[in-house]
Every structure is written in structure tokens, then in C-alpha cells.
């Protein structure tokens, strides 16, 4: 079993204890039945700040102009297999 640690109090949690599972782009982040029951939302995660090269700079997308940022949400990521490394 994965070691498992709720988000809110950071108890580990024990082999057959009930949590609750959150998927988020971010990660898996999970609670521990009590924390869950006192709230369910997820609170309390930062987003994440974005950089990328604009024109030979490195800057955080969220200060891009509008012009800008709509060229970066039609950039298509790729990722090569580890195997052709």
C-alpha cells in the first residue's frame, strides 16, 4: 500500500483507513475521513506559476499580453518516449 498523509491535519493515514481522493492537475491530493466530514472542498493548494520563452525570455505566462497568452493556449506540448532516448 502507498503511504498516503491527509492534506488538511497531515496524518498519515493507517492500511485500511477511509479517505477521500481529490484528482486535481496538480496531483492526487487526499483526506482523511474527520477532515473530510469537517469539509469536503479541497482548500489550501497553490497554483501553479507557468514560464515559458517569449522572444529569448523566460516569463511567467500570466504576465503575457492578451496576444500573447491566446498564442500559448494553441501551443501543442510533446514529450518524446524514454525509450528513444
Known sequence: ????????????????EEFMSYE????LFIKCKSCH?????????QKTEVYSRIVGYIRP????????????????EYSLNKSYC
Open 24 to 27: 486535481t492537475a496538480s496531483g
Open 37 to 45: 466530514k469537517i469539509d469536503p472542498v479541497l482548500r489550501n493548494f
Open 61 to 76: 505566462v500570466a504576465q503575457w499580453n492578451a496576444g500573447k497568452s491566446e498564442e500559448f493556449k494553441d501551443r501543442k
Open 1 to 16: 500500500m502507498e503511504k498516503y498523509i491527509c492534506h488538511d491535519c497531515g496524518k498519515t493515514l493507517q492500511k485500511n
